[in-house]
């Protein structure tokens, strides 16, 4: 469930030895003196907490201790100065991590004004090294579960936290640990395009150009079918491909220098995940089972659940264990977006149409050919916000615009964050598509060259496969404000970039809120993908549920972790959770990581999950009804994955006959990850 806080020193319980004060009685305790006991036992006030803590008798030994009749001075150490060992635990790879995130700090930033201003300060400025001291047990604040350090002991920064003031990736931390940081700080992506926060103009016939080509892979809609349309290339907005609503809007440089600045979109956009940004995104009344009967507001996010079960400060190393790792790119995306795709729904305002927000990616990465390898970096930025009683469909699709042209081809982080606001008995319904990266080689778990044609093997060419070095970052964070309010999300990650991380966090603010996740990760050749979710019960009466699939082939490596927390105060939550995986092949691994975090007792929370391949009954069932083998592996995988593709926005689903269909595209990607050949293991494993 959770990991509680267990104190393991403190200065007011069970007593030690004369041996202990010759070696840490200068530590225990912030007084120059330490009373002198009888010579058959010495005692010293450097007091040692287990379990429930000291009976009855032992109290009264301590009460004797604090008021000693014979003293003697004892020589204090003094407090180190703990800057010197800010960097002591730095390893030589966890100094690559912090320069390669340095590197993207650089160049041309600052186009959202105070967004950005504030988002560099906070990465900037190190977090403070202050000593927390054990509370005594006699003290009104006494925490049995607190944790502190002795007097005189060096205070470290938590890891990851040692040169920036946010936590940057390290290939131990607990939210990064599954994912591929190696390739990840390998790669050079400190390039940037030029005219970021510009509009890209476009004549005629590059316009219609690629309108067609939108329309190829299926994920453009036509004027009359949506409400509003956001077009970007590269990150830059094109305006001749975009429709401009009252709803819809693209908020660039001039915005955020203008006086007319609305405020209230700031404050949003200011908002870093992971408990960085304290404060809640609204207030919250307590309930009816608050510790001591007395209601208030809570609106701490570091304080929830206090005072026995709260995270605590976002820099501890308690509550940096428990997060996603995403709010030092978040904060790395408000410094360096150039604009802001802006929905924004008033209140009582019903759209049955979609929002559709369409970002292209060329092979180039918008910065031509560059000499020694480098990369660059965008950073896609979208800002939703659904009023009382409205309603809304959003769709967010990231496609390939030039696939073809593999010789220009860079490698690519996109660093995207995309911010929904829920007002109370709102409906915000989001789909989310991965189509980047092209393709992933098939057949790299045989390995087998066909030396007579002289090709190479299928694993040779998806190591030298260009697409390989790109990066997909995505961080949805969802806050459902007021009662009844509602967020329905589906992402689906089918591209094949070389790494894929997506994170979404749904917090329930209101009462009688609900928050629904469906996930769809789809990975083969040598790709690594990462999929993460947090799905936060705060307010009362509040639902969830949550269905991930992941299918993974080749030698591919997908990492799901669905974490659950229902504060204290979330009592008559009901949240269910289910994570489903296939591995196609004997090389292919996954990491399935559910969590369920239950402050609250008044609850109903379920999950499961369970990971096999395909079933050989199945199979056999189809080829006796004469289905091919190939044909019937690929109808048992596409059974799998067409309950998530059928959640997706109609407008995004096409024609189901049409080639260029949701549909037929998952199929198509599918096919290429048929497995190939016999497996080394026979029979069937499941996990239940």
């Not at 059974?639 to 998530?644: H, L, M, S, T, Y």
């Amino acid at each position: 469930m959770f990991a509680p806080r267990i104190l393991a020193i403190a200065y007011s319980c069970t007593l030690v030895e004369v041996c202990v004060i010759n070696a840490f009685a200068p530590h225990a305790f912030p007084s120059s003196t330490v009373p002198v006991l009888p010579k058959t036992r010495h005692k010293t006030t450097l007091d040692v907490t287990i379990g429930l803590g000291p009976g009855k008798e032992e109290s009264q030994q301590i009460d004797v201790l604090y008021n000693p009749q014979g003293i003697v001075d004892v020589e204090l150490l003094d407090e180190p100065d703990h800057e010197l060992y800010r960097t002591a635990r730095l390893t030589d790879f966890d100094k690559k991590c912090d320069e390669w995130y340095g590197s993207l700090l650089g160049g041309e930033g600052d186009f959202l004004g105070e967004v950005s201003a504030d988002a560099l300060r906070r990465i900037m400025t190190p977090v403070e090294l202050n000593k927390v001291l054990i509370i005594p047990q006699k003290s009104d604040k006494f925490d049995p579960y607190q944790m502190g350090q002795l007097p005189g002991s060096i205070v470290y920064p938590a890891y990851g936290l040692e040169k920036y003031g946010l936590p940057t990736p390290r290939r131990k931390a607990e939210a990064w640990k599954t994912f591929d940081v190696s390739g990840l700080i390998g790669e050079d992506y400190s390039e940037t395009q030029s005219g970021v926060g510009t509009d890209l103009v476009l004549d005629k016939a590059v316009s219609s150009r690629y309108k067609d080509h939108f329309k190829e892979k299926g994920v453009w809609v036509d004027d009359d079918d949506c409400s509003g349309r956001l077009v970007y290339v590269n990150g830059r907005f094109a305006p001749s491909l975009s429709i401009i609503t009252d709803i819809a809007q693209n908020l660039g440089p001039d915005y955020f220098s203008s006086d007319d600045v609305d405020e209230a979109i700031i404050d949003k956009l200011k908002r870093l995940p992971d408990g960085f940004t304290d404060r809640l995104a609204s207030d919250v009344p307590s309930g009816e089972y608050v510790p001591g009967g007395e209601k208030r507001i809570l609106n701490s996010f570091k304080n929830l659940s206090e005072p026995y079960h709260q995270l605590g400060a976002p820099e501890t190393q308690y509550a940096i264990n428990t997060q996603q790792g995403t709010a030092c790119f978040v904060a790395l995306n408000s410094a360096k977006a150039g604009v802001v795709s802006y929905i924004n729904i008033p209140p009582s305002t019903i759209e049955t149409k979609p929002v559709v927000v369409l970002h292209a990616v060329s092979a180039d990465g918008g910065v031509g050919k560059i000499e020694g390898g480098k990369g660059v970096a965008s950073h896609p930025r979208c800002l939703v916000t659904a009023g009382d009683g409205a309603a809304l469909p959003f769709v967010q699709a990231f496609v390939d615009l030039d696939e073809m042209n593999a010789e220009n081809s860079v490698p690519k982080l996109v660093n995207s964050c995309t911010q929904i606001y829920v007002g109370g008995s709102a409906n915000v319904t989001h789909s989310y598509l991965e189509e980047t990266g092209g393709t992933a080689t098939g057949g790299v778990e045989t390995g087998l060259a066909d030396k007579e044609k002289g090709t190479e093997s299928p694993r040779a060419i998806e190591s030298k496969r260009k697409e390989l070095r790109n990066t997909h970052f995505e961080t949805v964070d969802v806050h459902v404000l007021g009662e009844n309010g509602r967020y329905e999300g589906t992402a689906i990650s089918v591209g094949g970039n070389g790494r894929c991380r997506l994170s979404i966090s749904a917090s329930l603010l209101g009462e009688g809120s609900h928050g629904t996740i469906n996930g769809f990760s789809l990975a083969g050749g040598a790709q690594r993908a990462d999929f993460r979710t947090f799905i936060h019960h705060v307010a009362e009466s509040t639902t969830s549920s949550q269905a991930q699939k992941n299918m993974i082939g080749g030698r591919a490596t997908v990492s799901f972790r669905g974490r659950i927390r229902v504060e204290q105060n979330a009592q008559k939550t009901d949240s269910e959770q289910l994570t489903r995986n296939i591995l196609l092949s004997d090389t292919s691994k996954v990491w399935n990581i559910p969590s369920l975090e239950i402050i609250a007792d008044n609850v109903m929370c379920t999950h499961g999950a369970t990971i096999s391949d395909l079933s050989e009954e199945e199979l056999y069932y189809l080829r006796t009804r004469g289905i091919g083998k190939a044909e019937a592996r690929n109808l048992l995988m596409y059974a799998f994955v067409d309950e998530v593709t059928n959640e997706v926005l109609d407008s995004m689903q096409g024609e189901k006959t049409a080639p260029n269909s949701l549909k037929n595209r998952v199929i198509k990607r599918l096919e290429n990850l048929v497995p190939r050949g016999d497996r080394a293991f026979k029979g069937e494993y499941q996990s239940v």
